[in-house]
């Protein structure tokens, strides 16, 4: 059975850093392209970050301006979000999600599988 199980969410107060991961399992991991995505109350999910098959290639959603960083280690089966400068608008369900095939871009429509998601709050 396919699993994306996401942790290290949490409250944070804003400034903060946090580092997301994210565990997969039952399919080949590094044929996926890997990513996150965040849904915050009363608004649609939305893209975050991808990184493709071996971490060579990464892609971002505009508004991180560089305030995330997306990685990827396939020996352990584990994709990461490094989240730093968290700011209250940043408040939101995470959710780690795989895609088939090496390309990062395709990602931002959407993805094969995903995870249950991780609650992450920063406060002021």
């Known amino acids: 059975q396919v699993q994306l199980v996401e942790s290290g969410g949490g409250l944070v107060q804003a400034g903060d850093s946090l580092r997301l991961s994210c565990v997969g399992s039952?399919?080949?991991?590094?044929?996926?392209?890997l990513g996150w995505f965040r849904q915050a109350p009363g608004l649609e999910r939305e893209f975050v970050a991808a990184?493709?098959?071996?971490?060579?290639?990464?892609y971002y959603a505009s508004f991180v301006k560089g305030q995330f960083t997306i990685s990827r280690d396939n020996a352990k089966n584990t994709v990461y979000l490094q989240m730093n400068r968290l700011k209250p608008e940043d408040t939101a369900v995470y959710y780690c999600?795989?895609?088939?095939?090496?390309?990062?871009?395709?990602?931002?429509?959407?993805?094969?599988?995903w995870g249950k998601g991780t609650l992450v709050t920063v406060s002021t």
């Open positions: 999600a795989a895609n088939y095939g090496g390309s990062v871009t395709p990602m931002e429509n959407g993805a094969d599988y």
């Open positions: 990184v493709s098959w071996s971490g060579g290639s990464t």
């Open positions: 039952g399919f080949t991991f590094n044929t996926y392209t």
